[in-house]
Every structure is written in C-alpha cells, then in structure tokens.
C-alpha cells in the first residue's frame, strides 16, 4: 500500500535541495526519489529570509533564491526537479513515522515507503508560551523561520512604518530583524536576558562593537531582562509589552527571535537522539543504517574537535546533505564527515565570519573603532577558533585555513600584532 520510492528525503528546506542537487550529479533514475515538505514552495536557501527578503527595496523573492544559488551552484526551480524525475510532495506534513516498516504516513493519509530515508526537518522557532509567556499569537506578533512567516513579517512591518517595536532575543533573529526593521523605518528596540547581545559567540568586546553600530542607526537596548507580558488592545492586537523588571514599552509590534528546537519528534523512542538531535556517525547515517539525518535536526561528530555536534547554521546543511548523499550512493569513497563549523552574518554595512570553536583564552586584534577587526581563541596552546568582522574574500579563507590547521601558539603578543595577517601567513 501505499507510493514507493528508494529514496525519500523528508524536509524540504536547504539540506533537502543541497541533497537532491548530489543525487541528480551522482545520476538517479527518474521516480527514484521523492522529497516531502510542509512548504508549499520547492527547497530556498532560508537565509535570504532574514535578509534580502525584508529589505524595503528590491527586495528577494523567489524564484529568485531557490537552493542552490547560495552555494553559487544550480538554482532549482520546480521546473528543475520535473526534469530530473524527482517527485517534490509539498504542502504536506508527515505526521508519522515507523522505521521498521520504512514507511511515512503524511497528514492527508498517504502512505510513502522508502528503502532509504533522510531526514531533513531542521528546526522550528522556540515559541514564547514554551517560556511561559502568553499571547505569541496576536496578529502584530511576528516569528521567523520560514516563508510564511517571512511574508507575514512583510505585511505586519508595512503597517508599522515610523511606529515601535520590540524585538526580543539578542541571537541571529535578533539582531538580523533589528536591523531589517531598521531599514523599514520602524523604531526598534531590543529586549535579552544577556549582559550583551549574541552572547553565546560573540566576547563583550566584539559585542560592544556591533552594540555601538546600532545604537548609531538608532536601536535601543534593555539588557538583563525578559518580557513577561503583552497588553493588548481591544481588537487583540499587542499595545505594550511589559518587562519582568516592570517597564512598559510602547509596541506597534514585537518580534520573537528567543532560539530553536529540532523537528526530532517523529523519531524519538525510534532513532538514537543527543544534544537534542538525532544522532549520526562520520556517514551521516543514524542508528537505524536505512535512514540518514543531515542539517539543523542532525548531532554529528566533528573530527576536528573530536566531540558530537548539532548546528544550526546553512554551510552545515548544505555540507552535512551532500556528505550523505555521497555515503549512500558512493559508500566505499566516502570517507568520515570533515567538517569545519562555520558561523556568519550581514546587517547593514557590516559582515562577519566564524570558524571553529570559541573555547579557551580570546586574543582580539585590528581596529575595534573601525570596520576590520577580529579575534582568535587559543584553547590548550593551540588555535581553535577565528572571527573577523569586514575582511576579504582572500582573509575569510586564509582564517578558515588556519583554524583548521590548529597551529601552536606561542606568542600571544605576536598574534595580536600581526591579526589577520598572522592567518594570512600560514
Ligand atoms: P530547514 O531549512 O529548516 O528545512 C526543514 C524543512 O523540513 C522545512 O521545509 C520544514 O517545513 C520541513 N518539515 C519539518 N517537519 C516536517 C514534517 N513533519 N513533514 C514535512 N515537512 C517537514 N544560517 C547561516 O549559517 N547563515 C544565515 O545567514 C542564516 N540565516 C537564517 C535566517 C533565518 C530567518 C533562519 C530561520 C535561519 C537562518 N540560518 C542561517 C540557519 C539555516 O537557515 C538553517 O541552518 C538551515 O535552513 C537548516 O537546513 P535544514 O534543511 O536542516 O532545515
Ligand atoms: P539564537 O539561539 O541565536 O538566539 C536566541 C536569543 O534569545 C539569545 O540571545 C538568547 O539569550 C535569547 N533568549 C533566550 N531566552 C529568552 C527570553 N526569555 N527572552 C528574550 N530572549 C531570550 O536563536 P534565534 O532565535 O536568534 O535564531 C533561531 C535559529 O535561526 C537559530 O538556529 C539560528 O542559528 C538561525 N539563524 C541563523 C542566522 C545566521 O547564522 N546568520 C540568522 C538567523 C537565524 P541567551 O543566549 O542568553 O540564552
């Protein structure tokens, strides 16, 4: 019963369109493989969502941003997978699964088998009633994780212009939406629990930096404490959001950007699960050897650290899918995922990049007043992690290069001196 393929990639986000991309390079026959999604749009490269997505002008709109133009590959319209035989489900939820029959059952009770699974569900936004917060649900309350979102976000910020909004959580979301809304000529300002925004990467120092630039666009900050209420208008609609320290903020809207959670729940009691995410070995396979699991919803292991890892960034989608796609369909030359985490980030005039791991003593470096500067993390003699605020395409590789290399550091005093140049040395 049922439709049969031999390969079903579930998701159809940024791992499903890298996967599908390495399937059709590595030659499938046609009917072969099917992806499923709840999207009804074909696989887009998400952060364009957070970006040129929300710009006032010009901004992206699909076809425009489909994978896999983001890694300056093939864009893959849904013309594109008609033409390679590839079966794209969309709009539909797959609400269980049961990995000793290898079969999905979709929410419209359809029933897909497969001989071989990928899992590729990443993430969805933590919502605020998780965290004990009611009323996330009112029509000028905005999250952010996928199309829908994004052009609900649009409209909501059009009927805001010249108003106010809070925007809470000082992550990714946060600080990207701060700084959309910004260019939306929209008031902003931001509400964490942290002492800085982006703590869990960024030092005090770097922090203090990109702070500074936006408090110069005219962004706000209250720091150290939570929203703990919404008070709303007779139609529903928030008017003010009140903070647990008591402070009242006028809002014509609020964006929530407060963290994920991985779309595990299918799979739980079913696949071996760690940190939160379904476990894979270096082949990106899962305790179950028929199903794979790539991108945000995948814990792997990364050799170069030597430890298991679940991220939530695109290069490791994109990387950790086209990895299993090379395991299933070419198992004896495919060796142990390699991968070097890598983090980034573009708001306003400014951009930066992260490689490795932001462990053990901080050496900063550069102009921390002007547009490049940057850091390394030295971790038990050795250099483990790189950041540089406004480098080049040259200086990008060069600190990418010497984070996986790990050299020993002797002199800290030297590296600092020398910042990017040291990484451009070796
Ligand atoms: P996703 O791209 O999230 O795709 C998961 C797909 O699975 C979705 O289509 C979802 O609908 C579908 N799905 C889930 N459950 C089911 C189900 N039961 N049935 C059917 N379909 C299902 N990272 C960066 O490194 N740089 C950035 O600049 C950046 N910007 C971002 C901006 C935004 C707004 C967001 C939300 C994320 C951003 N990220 C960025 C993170 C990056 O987009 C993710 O790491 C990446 O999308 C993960 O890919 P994925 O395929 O694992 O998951
Ligand atoms: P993040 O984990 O990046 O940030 C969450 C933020 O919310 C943190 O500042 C966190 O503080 C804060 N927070 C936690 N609890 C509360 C609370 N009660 N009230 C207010 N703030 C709170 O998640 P995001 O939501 O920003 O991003 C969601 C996903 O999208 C992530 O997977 C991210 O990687 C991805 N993304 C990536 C981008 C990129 O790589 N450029 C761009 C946009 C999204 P604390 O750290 O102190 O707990």
Redesign the pocket.
Same mark, same amino acid.
């Given at each position: 019963m049922g439709r049969d393929f031999v390969y079903v990639i $579930? *998701? *159809? *986000? !940024?791992?499903?369109g890298y996967a599908a991309l390495e399937f059709s390079k590595r030659g499938i026959s046609r009917g072969d493989l099917c992806i499923? &999604?709840?999207?009804n749009v074909a696989p887009y490269e998400?952060?364009a $969502? &957070?970006?040129g997505f929300l710009f006032p002008e010009d901004p992206a709109r699909l076809p425009s941003f489909h994978t896999c133009v983001g890694a300056n590959e093939e864009r893959l319209t849904p013309k594109w997978y008609k033409e390679h035989g590839i079966e794209l489900v969309l709009g539909?939820? !797959?609400k269980s699964a049961d990995v000793r029959r290898k079969t999905l059952l979709t929410a419209a009770g359809e029933t897909i088998n497969y001989k071989i699974l990928i899992i590729?569900? *990443?993430?969805r936004a933590l919502k605020l009633e998780e965290i004990g917060v009611n009323g996330s649900n009112a029509e000028n309350v905005c999250y $952010?994780?996928?199309l829908a979102d994004a052009i609900r976000l649009v409209s909501v910020m059009q009927s805001c212009v010249g108003g106010n909004a809070v925007v809470t959580g000082g992550g990714?979301?946060g600080m990207?939406c701060a700084a959309a809304l910004i260019m939306n000529k929209i008031n902003v300002t931001m509400v964490f629990p942290a002492a800085h925004c982006m703590d869990r990467l960024f030092t005090p120092k770097i922090a203090s930096f990109y702070e500074d630039f936006y408090k110069s666009k005219g962004v706000k900050f209250i720091k150290g404490t939570v929203l703990s209420s919404f008070e709303n208008d007779s139609s529903g609609k928030v008017k003010a959001v009140i903070l647990q320290d008591g402070t009242r903020l006028p809002a014509d809207m609020v964006m929530v950007g407060i963290g994920s959670r991985p779309?595990t729940s $299918?799979f739980e009691g079913q696949l071996t699960l760690e940190k939160g995410g379904i476990t894979v070995n270096g082949r990106m396979q899962t305790s179950n050897s028929s199903i794979y699991a !790539?991108?945000?919803?995948a814990t792997f292991p990364v050799k170069l650290f030597g430890d298991l890892r679940r991220l939530?960034? !695109?290069?490791s989608?994109r990387k950790s899918a086209r990895h299993a796609v090379a395991a299933i369909m070419a198992p004896d030359k495919t060796g142990d995922f390699d991968y070097l985490p890598f983090?980034?980030?573009r708001t306003f005039t400014l951009s930066w990049q992260f490689y490795g791991d932001n462990v053990g003593q901080v050496v900063h470096y550069g102009d921390y007043s002007g547009k490049s500067f940057g850091a390394y993390w030295i971790n038990k003699g050795k250099l483990v992690g790189s950041f540089l605020e406004g480098g080049t395409k040259e200086e990008y590789e060069a600190i990418a290069k010497v984070t996986r290399l790990q050299p020993v550091v002797a002199a800290i005093a030297e590296l600092e001196r020398k910042g990017v140049g040291f990484a451009l040395s070796v």
């Open positions: $579930l *998701g *159809g *986000g !940024v791992a499903a499923i &999604s709840e999207e998400r952060p $969502l &957070s970006k539909t939820r !797959v590729a569900t *990443g993430a $952010l994780r996928d990714f979301i990207e779309n $299918l !790539v991108g945000d919803v939530e960034h !695109v290069d989608a983090f980034y980030s």
